[in-house]
C-alpha cells in the first residue's frame, strides 16, 4: 500500500510509490512529543495574495495562528523555553523575514474568516445588522453588503439565515476589518460561481495599500483566480505537515494535481488529477430511468416559480446539476423524490430517491459506525469498504460520534450515508463543501464508480467546476433569476451544457498548456473575446 489507500488503490495505480516520509530536519513547531509537527511556514507578502492548496489537518491553522502571534513557535524543542529570536534567526534572508520582525514590533494587525461558518450562530446571539456593525472600521460595509447581497437577511437572526449567507457575511465581516494580514479559511462552501468570484474579486481588491492576505480554497478554479503565488502542503494529516516555500500558482496547481512537487523532489500521490480538453463523446445511454414531463412548482403566492421542461435520465449515468443558488435545483430533486407534489405536469416516477442536502443535519449522539450500521446491511462487507469506507476516508472517524464531526468529516460521512441507502436515484448537494481536493477526487471515484456497479444513477449539484468536470456524464443546467424564478432545460451532453452554463455567467475557460487544466480566462482578454464569439466557453479542442 502506499499510505494514502488501505488495501485497493483507488486511483488504480500501477505502480505503488512511496508516499512522502517525515521530513529529516528540525520543524519550526511541534504540539509535543509524538504530536503534530509543522515544517515551514508560509510567507504572507505585502499588497498580494497568498494561497494555501493541500489537505485538511496539515497544519494550516497552526501556520496561521504562528503568524497571527498566538503561538510562539518552538523549532520542535516543545519542552524548551520558547522565544522569537532563534526563530527570526532561522528565517533570516527568507521571504518571511520582515513579516517575522513586524510581529515582533506588534505592528501586525490581523483579521480571519473560520473555516466553519456554520459555528458562527453558536458564538454569535443577534442579527445580522449587529453582527456586521462590530466590524466596519474601514466604513466600506455598506459597498461589501451591496456587492455580497446581503441585504435581504440584515434583519434577520443569525442563527436563522442559510450556510450562503453565512458565508457571505463572514466574508464582508472579514474584509470590513482594517487589518495588515488577512486569513480566509475557505471562502466557497456554499456559495455559486458567481458569488464565488465576487469573493475573489473583493479579497483582491483589497490588497491594494499593502495589506497581505493568505487563503486556505480548494475549489481550483477559484484560487487559481485568486492567487498572487501559492504554498503546497503536503505531509500526513494529523501527524505532520510540509509547507513548501511560494510557487506560480500555475506551477503550483499543475504539480499539486499531477501528484510530484518538482523543487522539492516529492511525489505527494500515485496518479496525476487529468482533465480533458475534448469534452467527452456522448456514450450510448443506458435504459431510461425516468422520463419526466415539463412541470412547474411555485411556492406561497407565487414569489418563486420553477419551470422544468421535460427530459430523460439514464440508468447508469452521473448528472451534473449546475446554475445558481435559489434557483430551483433542490426543489427539483425533493419533485423526483415525491416529497413535493408538481402545481402542473404529473410526475409519477415512482422513484427511490437517497437524498444527501447541501446543509448537513446530523445531531444525534451515536457513533459513526452505529449510524452507517443502521443504513445498510453491507456495513462492514469488504465490498462496503472498498466500495464506500476506503475512498471516503471513514477509518479514522467509525469511533467519533456523530456530533463531534469536524465539517468535511461530516461530509464524507454523510456522501457515504446517502450511497449506503438502497434506491434508484442518489442525490447529493453540494459534495465538495469543506472537503480538500484529494477528497473530492475519492468522493467523485466512489459516486461514479457505484452509479456504474448498481445500475444507478447519480444527481450531483456542485459549484466546484473541476469535480463537475471530473464526475458528470451530462449536465442538467438551470437559469433564471434567484428566489423569483428558475428554469431548467433537459439534460444535454458536456459541451452543451457547459456552454450554456457558462455563456449565462458570462465566463470562459481556457487550457493550461502543459497539462490542459481548465483556467477561468481574465474578462475581456483577447481568448476570452475569442471563445465567446465561437460559442466555445469550457472545451477549447
Ligand atoms: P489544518 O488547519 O490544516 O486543518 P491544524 O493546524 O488545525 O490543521 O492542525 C494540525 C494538527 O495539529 C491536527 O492534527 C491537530 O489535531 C493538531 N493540533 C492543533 N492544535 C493543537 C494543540 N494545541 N495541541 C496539540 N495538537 C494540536
Ligand atoms: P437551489 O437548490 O437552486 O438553491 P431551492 O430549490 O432550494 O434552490 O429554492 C428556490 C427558491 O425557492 C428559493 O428562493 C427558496 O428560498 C424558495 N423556497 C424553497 N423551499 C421553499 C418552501 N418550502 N417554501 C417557500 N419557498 C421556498
Given at each position: 500500500t502506499?499510505?494514502?489507500?488501505?488495501?485497493?488503490?483507488?486511483?488504480?495505480?500501477?505502480e505503488?510509490?512511496?508516499?512522502?516520509?517525515?521530513?529529516?530536519?528540525?520543524?519550526?513547531?511541534?504540539?509535543?512529543?509524538?504530536?503534530?509537527s509543522?515544517?515551514?511556514?508560509?510567507?504572507?507578502?505585502?499588497g498580494?495574495?497568498?494561497?494555501?492548496?493541500?489537505?485538511?489537518?496539515?497544519?494550516?491553522t497552526?501556520?496561521?495562528?504562528?503568524?497571527?502571534?498566538?503561538?510562539?513557535?518552538?523549532l520542535?524543542?516543545?519542552?524548551?523555553?520558547?522565544?522569537?529570536e532563534?526563530?527570526?534567526?532561522?528565517?533570516?534572508?527568507?521571504?518571511?523575514?520582515?513579516?517575522?520582525?513586524?510581529?515582533?514590533?506588534?505592528?501586525?494587525?490581523?483579521?480571519?474568516?473560520?473555516?466553519?461558518?456554520?459555528?458562527?450562530?453558536?458564538?454569535?446571539?443577534?442579527?445580522?445588522?449587529?453582527?456586521?456593525?462590530?466590524?466596519?472600521?474601514?466604513?466600506?460595509?455598506?459597498?461589501?453588503?451591496?456587492?455580497?447581497?446581503?441585504?435581504?437577511?440584515?434583519?434577520?437572526?443569525?442563527?436563522?439565515?442559510?450556510?450562503?449567507?453565512?458565508?457571505?457575511?463572514?466574508?464582508?465581516a472579514?474584509?470590513?476589518?482594517?487589518?495588515?494580514?488577512?486569513?480566509?479559511?475557505?471562502?466557497?462552501?456554499?456559495?455559486?460561481?458567481?458569488?464565488r468570484?465576487?469573493?475573489?474579486?473583493?479579497?483582491?481588491?483589497?490588497?491594494?495599500?499593502d495589506?497581505s492576505?493568505?487563503?486556505?480554497?480548494?475549489?481550483?478554479?477559484?484560487?487559481?483566480?485568486?492567487?498572487?503565488?501559492?504554498?503546497?502542503?503536503?505531509?500526513?494529516?494529523?501527524?505532520?505537515?510540509?509547507?513548501?516555500?511560494?510557487?506560480?500558482?500555475?506551477?503550483?496547481?499543475?504539480?499539486?494535481?499531477?501528484?510530484?512537487?518538482?523543487?522539492?523532489?516529492?511525489?505527494?500521490?500515485?496518479?496525476?488529477?487529468?482533465?480533458?480538453?475534448?469534452?467527452?463523446?456522448?456514450?450510448?445511454?443506458?435504459?431510461?430511468?425516468?422520463?419526466?414531463?415539463?412541470?412547474?412548482?411555485?411556492?406561497?403566492?407565487?414569489?418563486?416559480?420553477?419551470?422544468?421542461?421535460?427530459?430523460?435520465?439514464?440508468?447508469?449515468?452521473?448528472?451534473?446539476?449546475v446554475?445558481?443558488?435559489?434557483?430551483?435545483?433542490?426543489?427539483?430533486?425533493?419533485?423526483?423524490?415525491?416529497?413535493?407534489?408538481?402545481?402542473?405536469?404529473s410526475?409519477?416516477?415512482?422513484?427511490?430517491?437517497?437524498?444527501?442536502?447541501?446543509?448537513?443535519?446530523?445531531?444525534?449522539?451515536?457513533?459513526?459506525?452505529?449510524?452507517?450500521?443502521?443504513?445498510?446491511?453491507?456495513?462492514?462487507?469488504?465490498?462496503?469498504?472498498?466500495?464506500?469506507?476506503?475512498?471516503?476516508?471513514?477509518?479514522?472517524?467509525?469511533?467519533?460520534?456523530l456530533?463531534?464531526?469536524?465539517?468535511?468529516?461530516r461530509?464524507?460521512?454523510?456522501?457515504?450515508?446517502?450511497?449506503?441507502?438502497?434506491?434508484d436515484l442518489?442525490?447529493?448537494?453540494?459534495?465538495?463543501?469543506?472537503?480538500?481536493?484529494?477528497?473530492?477526487?475519492?468522493?467523485?471515484?466512489?459516486?461514479?464508480?457505484?452509479?456504474e456497479?448498481?445500475?444507478?444513477?447519480?444527481?450531483?449539484?456542485?459549484?466546484?467546476?473541476?469535480?463537475?468536470?471530473?464526475?458528470?456524464?451530462?449536465?442538467?443546467?438551470?437559469?433564471?433569476?434567484?428566489?423569483?424564478?428558475?428554469?431548467?432545460?433537459p439534460?444535454?451532453?458536456?459541451?452543451?451544457?457547459?456552454?450554456?452554463?457558462?455563456?449565462?455567467?458570462?465566463?470562459?475557460?481556457?487550457?493550461?498548456?502543459?497539462?490542459?487544466?481548465?483556467?477561468?480566462?481574465?474578462?475581456?482578454?483577447?481568448?476570452?473575446?475569442?471563445?465567446?464569439?465561437?460559442?466555445?466557453?469550457?472545451?477549447?479542442?
Amino acid at each position: 500500500t502506499c499510505g494514502i489507500c488501505v488495501e485497493k488503490c483507488p486511483f488504480d495505480a500501477i505502480e505503488i510509490i512511496n508516499l512522502p516520509q517525515e521530513l529529516d530536519e528540525e520543524p519550526v513547531h511541534r504540539y509535543g512529543e509524538n504530536a503534530f509537527s509543522l515544517y515551514g511556514l508560509p510567507a504572507p507578502e505585502a499588497g498580494k495574495v497568498t494561497g494555501i492548496l493541500g489537505p485538511n489537518g496539515i497544519g494550516k491553522t497552526t501556520a496561521v495562528r504562528i503568524l497571527a502571534n498566538e503561538i510562539t513557535p518552538n523549532l520542535g524543542d516543545w519542552d524548551g523555553a520558547a522565544g522569537w529570536e532563534p526563530v527570526l534567526d532561522e528565517f533570516r534572508g527568507t521571504e518571511l523575514q520582515s513579516f517575522l520582525e513586524g510581529l515582533q514590533e506588534e505592528a501586525i494587525t490581523v483579521a480571519r474568516k473560520p473555516q466553519y461558518v456554520d459555528q458562527i450562530p453558536k458564538r454569535f446571539d443577534g442579527n445580522t445588522r449587529e453582527l456586521l456593525a462590530q466590524t466596519d472600521e474601514r466604513g466600506v460595509l455598506d459597498e461589501l453588503i451591496e456587492r455580497l447581497s446581503i441585504g435581504p437577511v440584515m434583519d434577520q437572526p443569525i442563527d436563522s439565515i442559510s450556510g450562503g449567507e453565512l458565508q457571505r457575511v463572514a466574508l464582508a465581516a472579514t474584509l470590513a476589518r482594517d487589518a495588515d494580514f488577512y486569513f480566509l479559511d475557505e471562502i466557497t462552501p456554499y456559495l455559486d460561481i458567481g458569488q464565488r468570484m465576487t469573493a475573489a474579486r473583493l479579497i483582491g481588491e483589497l490588497t491594494g495599500d499593502d495589506r497581505s492576505m493568505l487563503v486556505v480554497e480548494h475549489d481550483l478554479a477559484i484560487l487559481d483566480l485568486l492567487a498572487d503565488s501559492l504554498h503546497v502542503a503536503y505531509g500526513e494529516p494529523g501527524a505532520y505537515g510540509v509547507i513548501t516555500p511560494p510557487k506560480s500558482v500555475k506551477n503550483g496547481i499543475n504539480e499539486y494535481l499531477s501528484g510530484y512537487l518538482e523543487n522539492e523532489n516529492m511525489r505527494i500521490r500515485p496518479n496525476a488529477i487529468e482533465f480533458e480538453e475534448h469534452a467527452p463523446r456522448s456514450v450510448s445511454a443506458g435504459d431510461a430511468l425516468v422520463e419526466y414531463p415539463a412541470i412547474e412548482k411555485s411556492y406561497g403566492d407565487g414569489e418563486f416559480s420553477l419551470t422544468v421542461e421535460g427530459g430523460t435520465i439514464h440508468e447508469n449515468e452521473v448528472l451534473g446539476v449546475v446554475g445558481p443558488n435559489g434557483i430551483g435545483k433542490s426543489t427539483f430533486a425533493e419533485l423526483l423524490a415525491g416529497n413535493l407534489d408538481p402545481d402542473s405536469g404529473s410526475l409519477d416516477a415512482n422513484l427511490d430517491v437517497s437524498y444527501k442536502p447541501q446543509y448537513i443535519e446530523i445531531d444525534q449522539p451515536m457513533r459513526v459506525d452505529a449510524f452507517l450500521s443502521s443504513i445498510t446491511n453491507d456495513f462492514g462487507s469488504s465490498y462496503w469498504d472498498t466500495e464506500i469506507a476506503q475512498p471516503l476516508q471513514l477509518d479514522s472517524v467509525m469511533e467519533q460520534n456523530l456530533t463531534d464531526l469536524s465539517g468535511g468529516e461530516r461530509q464524507r460521512v454523510a456522501i457515504a450515508a446517502c450511497l449506503s441507502e438502497d434506491a434508484d436515484l442518489y442525490v447529493l448537494d453540494e459534495p465538495s463543501a469543506h472537503i480538500d481536493v484529494e477528497q473530492r477526487v475519492r468522493a467523485t471515484t466512489a459516486i461514479r464508480r457505484y452509479a456504474e456497479n448498481h445500475d444507478a444513477t447519480a444527481l450531483v449539484i456542485d459549484h466546484d467546476t473541476y469535480m463537475i468536470d471530473l464526475l458528470a456524464d451530462r449536465l442538467l443546467v438551470f437559469d433564471g433569476e434567484p428566489a423569483r424564478s428558475g428554469h431548467a432545460s433537459p439534460p444535454v451532453g458536456m459541451r452543451e451544457g457547459m456552454n450554456r452554463f457558462l455563456a449565462d455567467l458570462d465566463v470562459t475557460f481556457r487550457r493550461d498548456e502543459r497539462v490542459g487544466r481548465p483556467r477561468i480566462n481574465k474578462p475581456g482578454s483577447q481568448l476570452d473575446r475569442e471563445q465567446k464569439r465561437a460559442g466555445e466557453y469550457y472545451y477549447t479542442a
